[in-house]
């Protein structure tokens, strides 16, 4: 099965018409919906919102934006100092998105949204300007097909589609399952790539209760109705632990099913990782202590802290501890002088 062709194909439809059975039913907030266009809200596919992360002033990439209703959303929330920008791969998609853009330009009082094609796989790689070259030079033997591959790699360096540690917020919504199961870690890791140190992902996607057996996988309609190619739970979090991010979880669970198929529950989740500010070895002078309730807790790089006791820190770990998505469980103690902080437990605080 061609999953770039099956996908195109049946979301190019979705574009044309609506097609029910590509959307989870999604509660959205009705005061962002009131200003988008009829038609970009009924084209409009997805299993959750990730637009209630997006804060004012950010720069936000929603993967997989179709014809743009989550991007138009959260262009209300960044406000005059944000943008947001859209990637897809589908031409009909990106043409329902732009179609609308100078009038919610006009809505919004300056034009902060941009849609780009390209594979959310691969966001160093415009296609429009693929497209663009291949026009001005047709490849037809061995020495156009070098000096394509020539100006790619120099394309990907000067001018990528979406820029190393540019975005402050990935957003997405129902889209990762559609890409084929072989590219679902490079995908991963470009939103690590993108996102600035700090900057974090929230992805609604559809998962599974178990392993999705090949079958089911090379069923097209399936596929492309967002079922064959989800994540399984766990398997969800750990590809964005294994591209390096911190604090993933598992901030949305639907309890009530989407679908059952042959046994394999199919619902809503959506997830939120950080990506880690760089941490430099320093001396260990901070300290901080677990809340609880669990007895212990282990973090992503092997540090273990056990609930009440005193664990001695880097300064950068005390503030990564102490911010963020890790504020409500830790107490931080600064190096005062008076607190004496006990030497790292296994593992050796968080770095």
Request: proline share 5%; aromatic share 8%.
């Amino acid at each position: 099965m061609d999953v770039d062709l099956e996908v195109r194909q049946r979301y190019g439809q979705g574009a044309r018409e609506r097609v029910e059975e590509l959307c989870c039913p999604v509660s959205y907030d009705a005061s962002l919906l009131q200003k988008l266009p009829a038609e970009i809200v009924e084209r409009d596919y997805g299993c959750g919102d990730p637009s209630r992360y997006v804060r004012s002033g950010e720069t936000v990439l929603d993967l997989g934006s179709g014809g743009g209703k989550i991007c138009y959303m959260a262009a209300q929330l960044v406000g005059s100092g944000g943008r947001v920008i859209g990637v897809d791969l589908n031409d009909e998609m990106l043409a329902l998105a732009r179609r609308y853009q100078a009038q919610m330009a006009g809505v919004l009082g300056e034009d902060r949204v941009s849609f780009r094609k390209g594979r959310i796989e691969d966001l160093a790689l415009d296609l429009e300007e693929v497209s663009r070259y291949l026009a001005q030079h047709p490849v037809s033997g061995l020495q156009e097909m070098e000096a394509y591959g020539r100006w790619e790699t120099e394309q990907r360096r000067t001018s990528p589609l979406i820029a190393d540690n540019s975005v402050d917020l990935v957003i997405s919504n129902c889209v990762l399952n559609l890409v084929e199961d072989a590219s679902k870690a490079r995908l991963v890791g470009e939103i690590f790539r993108v996102l600035k140190p700090g900057g974090r992902a929230a992805i609604s996607d559809i998962v599974a209760d178990r392993e999705i057996p090949l079958r089911l996988k090379e069923n097209a309609e399936l596929w492309t109705g967002c079922l064959s190619g989800a994540f399984e739970e766990a398997a969800f979090l750990q590809a964005f632990r294994d591209a390096g991010f911190i604090a993933v979880m598992m901030d949305k669970w639907d309890p009530n099913p989407w679908r059952v198929v042959e046994g394999i529950t199919f619902r809503s989740a959506t997830l939120l990782a950080w990506k880690p500010q760089e941490e430099r070895v320093v001396l260990r002078d901070h300290g901080v202590i677990y809340r609880g309730p669990m007895a212990l807790v282990e973090d992503e790089r092997g540090g273990r802290f056990p609930a009440g006791k005193r664990v001695a820190v880097s300064r950068d770990q005390y503030l990564r501890l102490t911010s963020g998505p890790y504020t409500d469980h830790f107490i931080g103690i600064p190096p005062d002088g008076e607190v004496a902080v006990s030497a790292p437990v296994s593992g050796g605080g968080c770095c």
